[in-house]
């Protein structure tokens, strides 16, 4: 359980981070939190570093915890109409995410230190995961019209993409990939539907 000093302090490190990446100031941080830096550093083992790994984490248990889109799917299960239940939970996901978070987690792919890279990549694979294992179950027996994790992972970069600011650099080859997979995918919502 976090002291309220900590939460304040994780607080202003998202949003600080993810405005300035890791360049954020430590002093910045503190006054933000309406602490010192002395209470700041004792709290987060005396390294900056510490702190940013601490706010990732935070952001992904709130917006990234492959449990709580679990949640979002199977609870619009009630209506049978698989492209619906699909479509809610995504928009339910995507309205969820809060902008600091999403850049935050940007900020930890761009970076230069592997870690933050293979937490940020994590969280972001086992929600890939869930919704293409959904989508695979769904298409009916014998139907390839797309990959059904290729288009999970189309899907959700769009998404996360459109909360950040500055979109991580894509090949064009991987582009063409993703659009022709949400293509199919749209395709086959649209026939289902009608």
Known sequence: ???ENE???LEAAIELFAESGYAAGARDIAEKAGTTTMTMYRLFHNRKEHLFEEALREVISRSFD???FVLFIYEDQ???DFPVV???ALQRWYFS???NSARLMGHAYLSGNEKWREMAD???EKIVGILATTMGRQMPKGRKEFDPRTAAKALISVLFGMKMTRPRKRSPKVEKEEAKEVEALVGYWIRELA
């Open 1 to 3: 359980m976090k002291s």
């Open 7 to 9: 939460a304040k302090i």
């Open 66 to 68: 492959p449990g709580k």
């Open 78 to 80: 009630k209506s049978k």
């Open 86 to 88: 699909l479509a809610s």
């Open 97 to 99: 995410i809060d902008p």
């Open 122 to 124: 994590s969280a972001m």
